[in-house]
């Protein structure tokens, strides 16, 4: 069973940035992404990476400001957020699944409880 725990949401002001990571169990040979999600509008893709691979994507929205990378040995994701603007503002989850890989985020079976972040 997948068990996914975010960390590192807060508050900064815009053109800051925050560390999020994801850190989980029972995964292997998984696709584990970022969503968000601002209230009013829909979950939003931002990042995915493979476990395996360690292939990323960005998503056009955060691309040049996002990073995404994997920490094996702690079985973590992390997810660089650098110039912050008040529009990334939002819940920010983890997702994973093996048949992920894609921004849609009913391909996602695990999903964490999600971390704050606001940029004023």
């Known amino acids: 069973h997948v068990q996914l725990v975010e960390s590192g949401g807060g508050s900064v002001q815009a053109g800051g940035s925050l560390t999020l990571s994801c850190v989980g169990s029972?995964?292997?040979?998984?696709?584990i992404a970022w969503f968000r999600q601002a209230p009013g509008k829909a979950r939003e893709g931002v990042a995915r990476i493979g476990s395996t691979s360690g292939t990323a994507f960005i998503a056009d929205s955060v691309k040049g400001r996002f990073t995404i990378s994997l920490d094996k040995e702690k079985k973590a994701v992390i997810l660089q957020t650098n110039s912050l603007k008040p529009e990334d503002s939002g819940m920010y989850y983890c997702?994973?699944?093996?048949?992920?890989?894609?921004?849609?985020?009913?391909?996602?079976?695990?999903w964490g409880q999600g971390t704050q972040v606001t940029v004023s």
């Open positions: 997702a994973a699944d093996k048949t992920g890989g894609t921004w849609d985020s009913l391909m996602y079976s695990y």
């Open positions: 029972g995964w292997s040979h998984i696709n």
